[in-house]
T-cell receptor, first 116, second 114 residues
């Protein structure tokens, strides 16, 4: 069974600093996708960044980048020049097709506070 | 383009009652998934519908059911409500049922069972 673990329940950083959120996963699949979702107080889940497992190059979206270590099954999110609007719950998620079952598996989340 | 719309946003029900939640996906999206979010368990997958057929189901009791209509709108029903069913229920829609397809989420329905 696939599992996703986020070991940091809560983090706080000062505005403009860089912060890294950790995520590890477990799977026996070779083809899968990893995602980071952001859930602000408005509750709407927003896709931050996506990584395809067969791509070695780490995905980047503006201030957001990932460090994807496939052998270690690690998928951390780095937020550079953090902004107050980055305050949210961040979920790491995994998706693969196993016997026609391709539901998204989410980690428990990391609550990130950006301090002024 | 309108996003995923979930109604109602808030709901208070009494134990033993039943409830129906609605999700209208983004126009053109045929896949709709439902998730239960609680502080203790996080986000847990309930079920996924594609072209009116349930394709995947999570580990929830039979009290949780759903359906999808020909216009891709989906409803989720919970019968004989229990206090533990209090949660944020999120719906996500995708263009197709594929692992590399981005899922777009609604704002959720906050269900409180008293």
């Amino acid at each position: 069974a696939q599992t996703v673990t986020q070991s940091q329940p809560e983090m706080s950083v000062q505005e403009a600093e860089t912060v890294t959120l950790s995520c590890t996963y477990d799977t026996s699949e070779s083809n899968y996708y990893l995602f980071w979702y952001k859930q602000p107080p408005s509750r709407q889940m927003i896709l931050v960044i996506r990584q395809e497992a067969y791509k070695q190059q780490n995905a980047t979206e503006n201030r957001f980048s990932v460090n994807f270590q496939k052998a270690a099954k690690s998928f951390s999110l780095k937020i550079s020049d953090s902004q107050l609007g980055d305050t949210a719950m961040y979920f790491c998620a995994f998706r693969a097709r196993v016997n026609r079952d391709d539901k998204i598996i989410f980690g428990k989340g990391t609550r990130l506070h950006i301090l002024p | 383009k309108a996003g995923v719309t979930q109604t109602p946003r808030y709901l208070i029900k009494t134990r033993g009652q039943q409830v129906t939640l609605s999700c209208s996906p983004i126009s053109g999206h045929r896949s709709v998934s439902w998730y239960q979010q609680t502080p203790g368990q996080g986000l847990q997958f309930l079920f996924e519908y594609f072209s009116e057929t349930q394709r995947n189901k999570g580990n929830f009791p039979g009290r949780f059911s759903g359906r999808q209509f020909s216009n891709s709108r989906s409803e989720m029903n919970v019968s004989t409500l229990e206090l533990g069913d209090s949660a944020l229920y999120l719906c996500a829609s995708s263009f197709r049922q594929d692992v590399n397809t981005e899922a777009f989420f609604g704002q959720g329905t906050r269900l409180t069972v008293v």
